[in-house]
């Protein structure tokens, strides 16, 4: 068996979102000769504004972390193609600041990140070679398929709602196609993610994610034996979160950018430098985000349309003149925090008044009546 290790220097740009970004693999599908051992050993920096998930009370979020990675790979054949198992050990360094329940918040935290584990088996285009017979090898069309999942190996307390882990698996299965033309490379990668619940979610909840739909292409240019560069772009939607059987209405959807250079420094060693950089965005399936915290007034609850003019100032609560809506608003929590459900309230909005009356100790009701409405309508408010 030969040893080859990989110094790794990562320089992340700008990371839309927290640790566990999208990766951008170049040349995840290729062939090399079998009985290889790899080390790897890397550094990378990230920092930036974070987009958070919706069913968090988190606003105006940005970190900067420092993460150490240490991990292992090794190829080998099977039905006469080549295979590649690897798995990656992260120690992360975090420092986030941002407002939760409106008010500012500091956290600095560091520990050890999901452990990642990846099998790959190539099917077409990459024969099993030794390391002899790889010098007359030369790439035409590669297809091939990887499982890569993350394990709950990491740091985690659920009563924090920014960790480096995630206390929950990952399963991303992914089909990989790679073309050769010369010197140049042209791949494609879709893929979906996978995600288990976090039945300890901030205080005991169970967090549930959707599964998030990525697709990855690239083109990378061979400019010496070992040596090469690449530019990749990757688009990923989907994610959609569930909290104690409350569905969010929003789903994460972004693009990342990503450049590769690696350089040969031996016959054993290389160094891999790359940057990934990108923007992320929160797609609604409605107009309004406020309906889902909807507050039971007297024996009615506020629908999305009458939402709307509440945000407008032109609100009138049909039946509950006498009412202010300060009053109301304490007669809901106090039907909440007895357990009972008025008439005509949803079961999903009960629970809805159930999260703001827990919220209650925590904000006061100018604050209140911030949580869950769009920025439109904060806007309009003020």
């Known amino acids: 068996m030969r040893l080859v290790t990989a110094a790794v220097g990562t320089f992340i740009g700008v990371l839309g979102t927290t640790?566990?970004?999208q990766d951008l693999e170049p040349r995840a599908y290729s062939n090399s000769p079998v009985g290889l051992n790899f080390v790897i050993a890397g550094y990378g920096y990230a920092s930036g504004t974070v987009l958070t998930d919706p069913a968090l009370p988190l606003e105006n979020v940005s970190n900067e972390s420092h993460v150490g990675v240490l991990g292992f790979a090794t190829t080998?054949?099977?039905f006469g193609q080549t295979g590649q198992f690897g798995l990656i050990v992260p120690y992360a360094s975090i420092a986030a600041k941002g407002l939760v329940f409106g008010l500012p918040h500091t956290r600095n935290v560091d520990g050890f990140a999901d452990t990642a584990f990846r099998l790959s088996m190539n099917f077409v285009g990459a024969p099993a070679?030794?390391?002899a017979e790889f010098k007359n090898y030369h790439q035409d069309?590669?297809?091939?398929?990887?499982l890569r999942v993350t394990a709950p190996l990491s740091q985690y307390d659920g009563d924090k709602l920014v960790n480096i882990g995630t206390n929950r698996w990952s399963f991303k299965p992914e089909i990989g196609f790679s073309k050769a033309f010369g010197p140049w490379t042209v791949e494609l990668t879709p893929g979906v993610t996978f995600y288990t619940d976090n039945r300890d979610f901030f205080g005991g909840k169970t967090r549930e994610v959707a599964p998030?739909?990525?697709?990855?292409?690239?083109?990378?240019?061979?400019f010496a034996p070992g040596g090469w560069v690449a530019l990749n772009v990757g688009y990923f939607k989907g994610a959609r979160t569930t909290v104690?059987?409350?569905?969010s209405d929003v789903e994460q959807e972004g693009i990342r950018f990503g450049?590769?250079?690696?350089l040969p420094v031996n016959r054993y060693q290389s160094v891999k430098l790359y940057s990934i950089s990108g923007y992320n965005r929160i797609a609604s399936t409605t107009s309004s985000l406020r309906h889902r915290v909807a507050i039971p007034l007297g024996r009615r609850s506020l629908s999305r349309s009458s939402s709307r003019r509440l945000a407008s100032g032109r609100a009138s609560l049909a039946g509950h003149s006498n009412l202010s809506i300060s009053q109301s608003r304490r007669q809901a929590s106090r039907r909440a925090s007895v357990g009972v459900r008025p008439s005509g309230v949803s079961r999903s909005r009960a629970c809805s008044a159930h999260v703001v009356r827990q919220l209650r100790s925590r904000v006061s009701p100018r604050e209140l009546r911030i949580v869950g409405q769009s920025e439109p309508d904060r806007n309009q408010r003020s």
């Open 212 to 222: 998030l739909y990525a697709v990855q292409s690239g083109v990378s240019y061979t």
């Open 259 to 262: 450049a590769t250079l690696v």
């Open 76 to 78: 080998f054949g099977a």
């Open 19 to 21: 640790l566990h970004a």
């Open 244 to 247: 104690d059987e409350v569905e």
């Open 141 to 146: 069309f590669i297809f091939g398929m990887s």
């Open 129 to 131: 070679l030794t390391a």
